[in-house]
């Protein structure tokens, strides 16, 4: 606690930022008023204001400081505790679904992560009683390529929130005919086509080996596909998804070799953030909106941007009611072994790990290191 409260004033002045902290669980407020005499004691200024949300489980902290010692003497410190319930779904998709009928309260989180900010503030609200987060993928705008994507940090600060369970939300080319536009496909399956790309929170004196024989959660696919029938889109189950790296789409030669190679569909981000999210023991699948048949199809034309937009647009509705539907319905607890995918995947030996990564990746590692 005492090095935490250091942290929060090792900066130079005027001290005005954000830091993010997470536990797994806060049971007595008792902790933060000893984080608050600390800070109080490291400034030498005479003011800490602890502002408390209310919430019957806490998962994640935002500090929030200005002031600093030099001026301590001509203005108050501040230190703002901002408490979150329990946020256990996240959302990684374009920005627009979280402007969606019955989120209530929606606030945005900038998050630091040890691999830098995630693509932007992530947006938590409540849907269907439901704590839920939002995460713009390729940032507000879409001004990220899919190979810029900060795909760690990403996963980093979801997992920091306290989230167990996300739902990508992308757009595909169908490499089937009975794949159309516009519907929607819950892929089993991913082949990674791309190249350039970190793929992994370890390393740095500490080696894991996840398993990703099945790459998307079996159980949280099953939920989504009942959603997405639910809220009225064609959804098909099962299928391989190609992760090119883009940003280019395919030349016909190349998307006529991914149908021989029997992949179902093809999109650009796929991978690394289903890999990630195993590592971090979140359970991942994926709503993928078909929005075109790639370039392969003889009697439809090949892929543009414009043809993507125009889809996503039309679907963005049920995209929208479908995820409402899914936290309406969410099971309470999981039923698979995402949450205990590290179990076996770590093969350092425990005091030959580096303090720097043991830090690093405490998030990640503390139950079993």
């Known amino acids: ?50 502002i408390l949300d209310s919430g019957s489980k806490f998962n994640s902290i935002v500090y929030e400081a200005s002031g600093s010692k030099r001026s301590a003497s001509k203005s108050s410190f501040h230190l703002e505790v901002v408490m979150e319930d329990n946020v256990t779904l996240a959302i990684i998709g374009g920005s627009g679904l979280y402007n969606m009928p019955g989120l209530e309260d929606p606030r945005e989180h900038p998050i630091q992560t040890p691999f830098g900010n995630p693509s ?6 409540t849907l269907e009683g439901q704590r839920v987060a939002f995460l713009a993928r390729h940032g507000i705008g879409h001004h990220i390529l899919p190979t810029e994507v900060p795909y760690r940090a ?13 739902v990508s939300i992308s757009a595909c080319g169908s490499l089937r005919e009975d794949y159309a536009p516009g519907h929607i496909v819950i892929p089993d399956q991913i082949y990674d086509n791309s190249h350039g790309r970190v793929r992994t929170f370890f390393g740095e004196g500490l080696v894991a080996h996840v ?12 939920q989504v596909e009942s959603a997405v029938g639910a809220a009225g889109g064609v959804v098909h189950r099962g299928g391989a998804f ?17 149908r021989n190679w029997g992949m179902s569909i093809i999109g650009m981000t796929a991978s690394p953030e ?3 999210a195993r590592e971090a023991e979140i359970c991942y699948a994926t709503m993928a909106h078909v929005t075109d048949y790639d370039v392969w199809h003889v009697s439809e034309a090949p892929v543009t941007v414009e043809m993507v937009i125009q889809t996503l647009v039309k679907n963005t509705a049920l995209a929208q009611e479908a995820v409402r539907v899914l936290a309406k319905n969410l099971k309470p607890e999981r039923d698979c072994e995402c949450e205990h995918a590290l179990a076996t995947a770590l093969i350092t030996q425990k005091d030959v790990v580096p303090t720097e990564t043991r830090q690093k990746l405490e998030l990640l590692i503390k139950k079993y290191l």
Not at 120 to 125: C, S
Not at 157 to 164: D, I, N, P, Q
Request: charged fraction near 20%; charge should be neutral.
């Open 154 to 166: 990403n996963i980093y600060a979801l997992k920091s929130l306290g989230v167990e369970r996300i």
């Open 242 to 258: 190609i992760t090119i790296e883009g940003p280019r789409f395919s030349t016909k030669a190349e998307s006529n070799v991914y």
């Open 211 to 222: 398993s990703v024989a099945d790459p998307f959660c079996s159980d949280l696919s099953q």
């Open 120 to 125: 932007a503030p992530i947006v938590v609200g």
């Open 1 to 50: 606690m005492l090095a935490l409260a250091q942290r929060l004033f090792q900066c130079r002045d005027p001290v005005r930022r954000k830091l993010f902290c997470a536990w797994d669980e806060f049971c007595e407020h008792t902790v933060l008023e000893i984080l608050a005499f600390y800070a109080l004691l490291l400034s030498g200024v005479g003011v800490v204001n602890l």
């Open 274 to 276: 289903a890999f990630l």
